[in-house]
């Protein structure tokens, strides 16, 4: 009985650890189970990582915007390209000619001429531009002189209001008897009319000349003794004088520094783009703070020589002139210098000055005078 007992008692502990075990075995699944929800929500948590790899297409947008802004680059510049292939062709009448190039290489230095000067030029550089033309002009024409003859103020400031309207050459060849009947300003302003415009008729306007000549030799003899002033604001005041006649007179009567703006002088000056004024006092005014004051006289001297020789307003011969580079206008006239030396005219072409009585200086340079009036 007491065995019973005993074995009763250790069934009954068998049956207490196994019931005690038990919990043991039904935790571990649910620790399984903890595990395998802890790996699952790792794994649900990874696509959240990996979601820059979904980005990644909008990394690559940029790449895509970079090479349509390289495209939208490359057609930019053949929508610029247009324009300028228009514009080209208006530039090309001011480009010097290819025979003028070539045919420039004789005469002038073998520099390509611009045909323009940039817009943007500074005033030292015109300033430089303009007194170097200058001292060329000074070296082809060393003896240039007034091309009316005169041997006094009187006669200078008559043969001055003659010259409008006409070339020197016919003045000086029509001076000589106007001046043998009337030597001096009385003489001139006791003259019948009528006479005067006899004489004066080669020269054109004759009968306006007459009234004119007539009238400042009245202004000489009454109003200044029969001399002829010296002063800028007392010439000008004579019938048919302007500025341009007392600068003539002031700078080579009396060596007064002055700028005779005539037809010459107003073309070559604005052909070379000294200045674009066409007044005459406001081109005298430009020109003058160019050049020292020194330099006026001898400067309207060789510009006017200048353009009656060789830069001519229709047919200029750029192929023969001197200062070719530095000439903005290059190219407007003949560039072969064969055929410029055809359009020079007076010594430069072999023909005679303006002058029946020209300086000797002249004559030894090579110079021929004029001949006198029905000589042909």
């Known amino acids: 009985m007491k065995k ?17 075990e038990a919990p043991a075995t039904e935790e571990a699944p649910a620790v399984r189970k903890s595990a395998a929800a802890r790996k699952t929500s790792a794994t649900e948590k990874t696509p959240a990582k990996k979601s820059p790899a979904r980005k990644t297409p909008t990394k690559k947008s940029p790449t895509k915007k970079a090479s349509a802004k390289k495209a939208s680059a490359k057609k930019a510049p053949a ?6 292939k228009r514009q080209a062709p208006a530039k090309k009448p001011a480009v010097v000619p290819k025979k003028a190039t070539a045919a420039v290489k004789g005469v002038a230095p073998a520099k390509t001429v611009a045909p323009k000067p940039p817009r943007g030029e500074s005033r030292t550089a015109l300033v ?11 070296e082809v024409y060393p003896y240039a002189h007034p091309e009316l003859d005169f ?54 306007f004759f ?12 202004a000489l003899a009454e109003d200044f003794g029969g001399e002829v002033p010296g002063r800028l604001e007392d010439l000008v005041k004579l019938p048919g ?26 073309r070559l000056v604005r052909r070379w783009r000294w200045t674009e004024e066409t007044d005459p006092d406001k081109i005298e005014a430009a020109v003058g703070a160019l050049f020292p004051k020194s330099d006026w006289t001898d400067l309207s001297h060789h510009v006017i020589w200048h353009g009656r020789r060789i830069c001519h307003a229709r047919k200029p011969a750029c192929g023969a002139c001197p200062i070719a580079p530095l000439c903005p206008a290059y190219g407007e006239g003949e560039t072969d210098p064969e055929k410029a030396k055809k ?3 007076y010594e430069k072409g072999g023909f005679p000055g303006q002058r029946l009585k020209p300086p000797q200086a002249y004559l030894d340079a090579g110079g021929k005078p004029a001949p006198p009036l029905g000589a042909g």
């Open 207 to 218: 009968r306006a000349k007459t009234k004119s000549v007539i009238g400042l030799s009245k």
């Open 241 to 266: 004088v302007g500025r341009k006649t007392a600068f003539v007179v002031l700078g080579n009567a009396f060596g007064r520094p002055g700028i005779t703006v005539d037809t010459h002088f107003q």
């Open 79 to 84: 929508k610029k390209a247009a324009p300028l």
């Open 343 to 345: 359009l020079l005219k």
């Open 128 to 138: 430089r531009r303009a007194r170097r033309i200058n001292r060329e002009l000074a």
């Open 4 to 20: 019973t007992a005993a074995s009763k008692k250790s069934a009954a502990a068998d049956r207490a650890s196994t019931t005690e």
């Open 151 to 204: 041997e006094n103020p009187f006669q200078l400031v008559v043969a001055t209001v003659l010259s409008a309207q006409t070339t020197d050459l016919r003045v000086n060849q029509t001076t000589p008897a106007l001046f043998a009947k009337y030597p001096t300003p009385e003489d001139l302003a006791a003259a019948v009319p009528e006479e005067v415009e006899e004489i004066l008729r080669p020269t054109g």
